[in-house]
């Protein structure tokens, strides 16, 4: 086992990559979490997914994060009997399904009523159609064709800037949340989040289930991009939807918005994953394009934590060589990333662990040790020396499952498992073999960890010690 490769990778699953030989080869490449992908496929089809993950994991020796993402209430074109051309100038008139009549164009769920309003734009798949609504009437939407196109059945509508009355969890969601907790998973990717509540609210169904997943808060409307100091309050994890909030915000806004989530996420020691469109052109070829190369590299540069593949993995003709091209960029890019020194002022009043991940990766840097170890719990002290981007290996060290499969995730961090210690000299010495078993560091390299004497109690972090393996 290497720790050479710092950014992590997420491909998603699907009919592309439901093999348990694939998923092998796609860790073999440098796959570090699963998306099994809620908007598409059956309940049959994920858990097979999920349970192939598992099984190619183990084959593996290698944690994967499971991650479920679930719709959210995502508006669509309703069913049609045959896909629909619009052209430029035409009158269009959009309803809500239930009160659609003749040659309208049904949407669910309904919300038109009430929400859409004279002037504001209808995007429709990706914003590759647009309309302008000229007037409402109760939930019919009369509009005018701005760009035209063909609009096929159960296509994404957008109403950017435009709050939707619907719940943030739809029945859908709940019922998907449901059958994936059964699945064991490790993350939850909440869609269309739009304040610190929808994300307390998943959070809170969670704990009522007895599960420890954590929540990815998907940034991609304009009020979440507003609400983000709150969202990451609450969330363990953030995603930069692109497409979706290309469409909220225009495309032009993307890039500078992703680097300020990404920051963001980076002071709160949160890890954010970007994700859309990054190796579109290998759902075909397999070859990326320059631009897709340098879109890669450039969010590595932002400070992500990872980067995800969508369709390249789950429907696309070369998984594996997208996942080995993701890698291959993430090698070629990390070695020029600075250490984030991050000294907490007084007046932060900064916690005891996040100092301490303060002072080991100084100290680790100071004396060029061979890597960071970092017996944890919970795997927040990982995140904490994580989130400072030090030169060092990061050495996740824990005999939790669920933990091992959540920093999966972090940057940096390459997780290990040991047995349970009851001293803290027991876990020094753990750590320190499990690091040198994984080939991570070898007999006289010198070491600097980072630990709670009070084991295996999360948040009791209060102890660095430089040792030689």
């Given amino acids: 086992m290497t720790a050479e490769r710092r950014t992590k990778i997420v491909a998603t699953i699907g009919p592309a990559s439901t093999r348990e030989d694939l998923l092998s ?46 719709q ?17 100038g035409e009158a269009v008139v959009v309803a809500d399904q239930d009160a659609a009549r003749g040659d309208d164009l049904p949407v669910a769920p309904g919300v038109l009523a009430g929400a859409a309003h004279a002037g504001c734009d209808i995007l429709i798949d990706d914003g590759l ?16 064709v701005v760009t035209g ?26 019922a ?12 939850v990717a909440q869609s269309f989040v739009r304040s610190r509540a929808d994300v307390a609210l998943l959070r809170a169904k969670l704990e009522r289930a007895g599960s420890e997943a954590w ?17 990451l309050e609450e969330a363990d994890a953030v995603m930069i939807a692109r497409g979706d909030l290309g469409v909220e915000v225009g495309v032009a806004e993307v890039p500078l918005l992703q680097k300020q989530i990404i920051l963001s996420a980076l002071e709160r020691g949160k890890p954010a994953i970007t994700a859309t469109q990054m190796l579109e052109s290998m759902i075909a070829r397999p070859e990326p394009t320059r631009a897709e190369a340098s879109d890669v590299a450039n969010a590595i540069l932002d400070g992500t934590s990872a980067v995800m593949l969508s369709a390249e993995t789950a429907v696309g003709r070369y998984p594996v060589e997208a996942v080995e091209t993701m890698a291959e960029i993430a090698r070629a890019v990390e070695p020029s990333l600075g250490y984030r020194h991050q000294l907490p002022a007084a007046a932060e009043a900064p916690t005891v662990g996040r100092a301490m991940s303060n002072a080991a990766c100084d100290l680790a840097e100071a004396l060029s040790a061979k890597a960071i170890l ?50 803290v000299d027991d876990l020094w010495r753990r750590s320190i ?15 600097v960890l980072t630990a709670g004497t009070a084991v295996n109690i999360p948040g009791s972090t209060n102890v660095i010690k430089v040792d030689t393996a």
Wanted: glycine content about 10%; overall charge negative.
């Fill in 374 to 423: 970092v017996p944890t719990f919970t795997g927040k002290t990982a995140s904490a020396v994580a989130r400072l981007r030090p030169q060092r290996p990061i050495v996740a060290l824990t005999h939790v499952l669920g933990s091992l499969q959540h920093m999966a995730l972090e940057w940096g961090v390459t997780p290990l498992e040991i047995e349970e210690s009851t001293d």
């Fill in 215 to 231: 929540v990815i808060a998907k940034i991609e409307l304009q009020e979440a991009v507003a609400a983000l100091p709150d969202i």
């Fill in 25 to 70: 080869s796609l860790i073999e490449a440098g796959m570090d979490g699963a998306r099994l992908n809620f908007s598409h496929g059956t309940h049959e089809e994920h858990g097979e997914s999920a349970r192939l993950v598992r099984a190619a994991q183990a084959a593996m020796g290698r944690p994967i994060a499971l991650i479920a993402d679930l």
């Fill in 72 to 88: 959210g209430p995502k508006v669509r074109i309703g069913d049609l009997p045959a896909p629909v051309e619009l052209r430029e």
């Fill in 129 to 144: 159609v647009r309309l302008r609504v000229e007037r409402v009437e109760g939930a019919r939407a009369f509009s005018r």
């Fill in 176 to 187: 998907d949340l449901d059958f994936a907790l059964g699945l064991g998973i490790d993350y």
């Fill in 433 to 447: 073999d499990a690091a040198r078993e994984a080939g991570i560091v070898s007999e006289g390299d010198r070491v």
């Fill in 149 to 174: 196109g063909v609009v096929n059945p159960h296509k994404g509508v957008n109403l950017p800037g435009v709050s939707l009355p619907v719940p943030s969890l739809t029945e859908k969601d709940l």
